[in-house]
């Protein structure tokens, strides 16, 4: 039998067969939400404002652009979990998996948030609230699952909110649970 090789915390996650139609940069997905620039550049942390508008109202997984079952994760920065909804479009759960230990910042692996916004073009925005998070302390994610969620408005952004919808569990976001399953 070969040698059992200890999990590598820095190397990428495999890329699930579901995702294999999207973009790898440096061996991680590019999320289909990701603007790209005149020049082919993809945007990684920011966010395309029209992808995420229709992702939300027409309930598009914002990893791979299909759509959502009735299945979905929210996932919500602690801090957010009190609005009851997210600015930010539901995943698939296998979508959600991928991200929660993919994804930097969700996963952990930065214990920051950049301190400098990317210089983006008009088509595509940073988070709704960029300003008060660059440079902040990253904070712990949450798992909100659900079977469906409401279109909202929240400070001028489209976002899902399940204010009248009973989750069927939120979970810490904790990546070890993932890589010792
Ligand atoms: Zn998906």
Same mark, same amino acid.
């Given at each position: %039998?070969?040698?059992?090789?200890?999990?590598?915390?820095?190397?990428?996650?495999?890329?699930?067969? &579901?995702?294999?139609?999207?973009?790898?940069?440096?061996?991680?997905? +590019?999320?289909?939400?990701?603007?790209?620039?005149?020049?082919?550049?993809?945007?990684?942390? &920011?966010?395309? &404002?029209?992808?995420?508008? %229709?992702?939300?109202?027409?309930?598009?997984?914002?990893?791979?652009? !299909?759509?959502?079952?009735?299945?979905?994760?929210?996932?919500?920065?602690?801090?957010?979990?009190?609005?009851?909804?997210?600015?930010?479009?539901?995943?698939?759960?296998?979508?959600?998996?991928?991200?929660?230990?993919?994804?930097? %910042?969700?996963?952990? @692996?930065?214990?920051?948030?950049?301190?400098?916004?990317?210089?983006?073009?008009?088509?595509?925005?940073?988070? &709704?609230? $960029?300003?008060?998070?660059?440079?902040?302390?990253?904070?712990?994610?949450?798992? +909100?699952?659900?079977?469906?969620?409401? $279109?909202?408005?929240?400070?001028?952004?489209?976002?899902?909110?399940?204010?009248?919808?009973?989750?069927?569990?939120? @979970?810490?976001?904790?990546? @070890?649970?993932? !890589?010792?399953?």
């Amino acid at each position: %039998m070969p040698p059992r090789r200890d999990t590598d915390d820095s190397a990428p996650p495999p890329v699930p067969a &579901a995702l294999a139609h999207l973009p790898i940069v440096g061996g991680l997905v +590019v999320p289909w939400i990701t603007p790209r620039t005149t020049d082919g550049r993809y945007l990684l942390g &920011a966010v395309d &404002a029209a992808k995420i508008r %229709m992702a939300i109202h027409r309930r598009l997984c914002g990893v791979c652009g !299909q759509p959502l079952g009735d299945r979905l994760v929210l996932l919500v920065r602690e801090s957010d979990l009190a609005r009851l909804a997210s600015t930010e479009p539901g995943l698939h759960p296998h979508c959600a998996a991928y991200c929660t230990t993919a994804c930097p %910042m969700v996963a952990g @692996r930065r214990s920051h948030y950049r301190t400098s916004a990317h210089h983006i073009g008009p088509s595509a925005i940073h988070g &709704a609230d $960029v300003d008060k998070r660059l440079g902040a302390a990253a904070e712990p994610w949450h798992a +909100v699952w659900l079977t469906r969620y409401d $279109v909202i408005t929240l400070h001028g952004h489209p976002a899902a909110s399940y204010l009248l919808i009973s989750p069927l569990r939120i @979970r810490p976001v904790n990546t @070890r649970l993932h !890589q010792n399953s």
